[in-house]
C-alpha cells in the first residue's frame, strides 16, 4: 500500500529526535540572525540577552518577541526592506507581500532555499489531503505578490501534479476549465469556493456532478475549519474540503490529514511553534493561547518568536494518522486582532459564522458592531437564499436572532437583506464592520 505520508521520517520522528533537531536548527538560525540581520542585532542587544546562551527549545524564552508592526516600522524606517534582511541583496530570489488592510504591505523576501522549504512543506500538506502526482491541480488564487498563488502552484508541481495555471483567469474562465479538463484538485480561499459554486449554480452548472474535483483545500482564512462552511464546500463541489492555515512570513505551517480527526498538524521540523497565554507562559496540552513561531529554516529573513495574533488550542489527544508532529484543535480558533468586546464579553467572528453557517437558508451574511441607543449591538444581515417564501425568511430570522444571542451571550439585531444584496468576495472576504472603532471616510 502507498504511504499516507510524503516524509515518514520527519511525520513521525519521536519526540526526542525532534527536539534534538529542533534545538540544533534554533541554535543555527540564532546565530545566522545575530551575526547577519542588524535588526535582530539591535534587538538582543535592547532586550540584554546574550544570543549565545541559546542552546535549548527552553532559552528560547528568554529572546524578545517580534511583531508584524515592528517589521512594518523597520520597513517604513529604511525602505524598502528594513535591515532584517540577513543575507546579500543578489541571493535573494523571491519576493511577496503581506495583504495589508492598512498602510503598506509588508514585504517579505526568500532565497532559493528559502522559497524550496516553503513550497517543500506545502507540498507535504498537500500529500497528507491525498492529493498524488496523478492529479491535476488547479490553484485559483489572484496572481500577484500575494504568496497563496505561487506557494500553492510549485507545491503541486514539486509533487508531480499538472498544474493548471488559473492566476489571471476569470471566475468564468476558471469554470470552463474545470468543464474541459480533468481538473481533480482545487485550491483558493473559503469564501471564493463558495462563490464559485453560487455563480456556477447560477449558470446551471453543479460543480459536483459536472466536474472531477475530488479534493479542495483552503488558505487565507479559516473557512474550511469551521464545520458548516466545510460542509457547504464539500456539498457544493462533491469533494473533501482542507484547511491550510499559513502566513506569508512563517510558512503554510498546518494542515489537516485524511484522517480528518478534526487535528491540524504543525510542520514543527520547518517552524517551532509556541503557545503561550496572555502573560507569556506556554500552555499545556488542551490549554489555548496565541500561537508564537521561530522560523527555522529560512535564512532571508529569519523570524524569531513572531507572534501571529492567532489563537490556537494544543491538541491533547493523538492523530490516528499516526503522525507525531505536533497538533492543534481545529486550525485557527480566532484572531487577537478580530476579537471584539460587546458590553464586557468577548466576541470571535468565527463564532458567528459556525452559527449562521449552519443554516441552508443563508447564502451569504455581514456582521456590523455598533453603539445603538448609546449600547454596544451587534447587528447581523443575512443574505436569504431566494428559494425562501416571505414566511421562512421571518422564521429563519427569529431562530438566528435566539441562535446567535445564545451562542454568543451578547444580544444581537438580526436583519433580513434582500437576495443577492450583500457583497460576494472573490479573495478574502471583509464580512465584519466595526463601526464604534472605524472612523467614516
Ligand atoms: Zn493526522
Redesign the pocket.
Known amino acids: 500500500m502507498a504511504s499516507r505520508y510524503l516524509e515518514p521520517r520527519i511525520e513521525r520522528r519521536s519526540r526526542a529526535e525532534m527536539t534534538r533537531w529542533q534545538a540544533q536548527r534554533l541554535r543555527e538560525q540564532v546565530r545566522h540572525a545575530t551575526a547577519h540581520s542588524p535588526f535582530y542585532r539591535r534587538k538582543f542587544k535592547a532586550a540584554g540577552v546574550d544570543p549565545a546562551k541559546v542552546r535549548t527549545l527552553d532559552d528560547l524564552g528568554r529572546l524578545p518577541f517580534t511583531t508584524k508592526d515592528e517589521l512594518k516600522e523597520n520597513q517604513a524606517a529604511r525602505p524598502p526592506w528594513g535591515d532584517l534582511l540577513a543575507v546579500p541583496f543578489e541571493e535573494v530570489l523571491r519576493i511577496h507581500m503581506t495583504s495589508a488592510t492598512t498602510g503598506r504591505p509588508l514585504a517579505f523576501l526568500d532565497t532559493r532555499e528559502d522559497w524550496y522549504g516553503f513550497y517543500h512543506s506545502y507540498a507535504r500538506s498537500l500529500y497528507?489531503y491525498g492529493v498524488r502526482r496523478s492529479d491535476m491541480v488547479m490553484a485559483a488564487f489572484s496572481y500577484g505578490p500575494w504568496i497563496g498563488y505561487w506557494s500553492g502552484f510549485y507545491a503541486a508541481q514539486d509533487l508531480g501534479c499538472l498544474v493548471f495555471p488559473a492566476g489571471g483567469l476569470s471566475t468564468d474562465q476558471r469554470i470552463d476549465a474545470l468543464l474541459t479538463y480533468p481538473i481533480t484538485v482545487l485550491g483558493c480561499t473559503p469564501s471564493y469556493a463558495l462563490f464559485l459554486a453560487e455563480h456556477a449554480a447560477r449558470k446551471g452548472i453543479d460543480l459536483a456532478k459536472d466536474t472531477k474535483i475530488r479534493i479542495t483545500w483552503h488558505t487565507g482564512e479559516p473557512g474550511a475549519s469551521i464545520p458548516a462552511t466545510r460542509a457547504r464546500i464539500e456539498t457544493a463541489f462533491g469533494a473533501r474540503a482542507y484547511d491550510l492555515p499559513g502566513l506569508t512570513e512563517i510558512a503554510a505551517w498546518g494542515f489537516?490529514?485524511?484522517?480528518r480527526?478534526g487535528?491540524v498538524?504543525v510542520h514543527e521540523d520547518y517552524c517551532y511553534p509556541e503557545v503561550l497565554d496572555d502573560e507569556g507562559r506556554p500552555v499545556g496540552p488542551g490549554g489555548r493561547g496565541e500561537l508564537v513561531f521561530t522560523s527555522l529554516y529560512r535564512k532571508a529573513m529569519p523570524l524569531i518568536r513572531y507572534r501571529t495574533r492567532d489563537v490556537v488550542q494544543v491538541a491533547d489527544r493523538k492523530?490516528?494518522?499516526?503522525?507525531t508532529l505536533i497538533?492543534v484543535e481545529g486550525g485557527v480558533l480566532g484572531r487577537l486582532d478580530d476579537m471584539k468586546k460587546v458590553r464586557g464579553i468577548i466576541v470571535y467572528p468565527r463564532r458567528i459564522e459556525e452559527l449562521v453557517r449552519v443554516h441552508a437558508g443563508v447564502d451569504e451574511f455581514q456582521v456590523v458592531f455598533r453603539r445603538l441607543e448609546g449600547l454596544d449591538d451587534v447587528l447581523v444581515r443575512i443574505d436569504p437564499s431566494p428559494l425562501l417564501a416571505a414566511a421562512e425568511r421571518d422564521g429563519l430570522r427569529q431562530l438566528l436572532d435566539e441562535e446567535l444571542r445564545t451562542g454568543l451571550g451578547v444580544r444581537v439585531t438580526v436583519e433580513m437583506a434582500e437576495p443577492g444584496s450583500l457583497p460576494r468576495w472573490d479573495h478574502k472576504a471583509r464580512r465584519v464592520k466595526d463601526e464604534r472603532t472605524e472612523v467614516p471616510f
Open positions: 497528507a489537516e490529514c485524511d484522517a480527526a487535528l498538524h492523530c490516528p494518522c499516526g503522525r497538533a
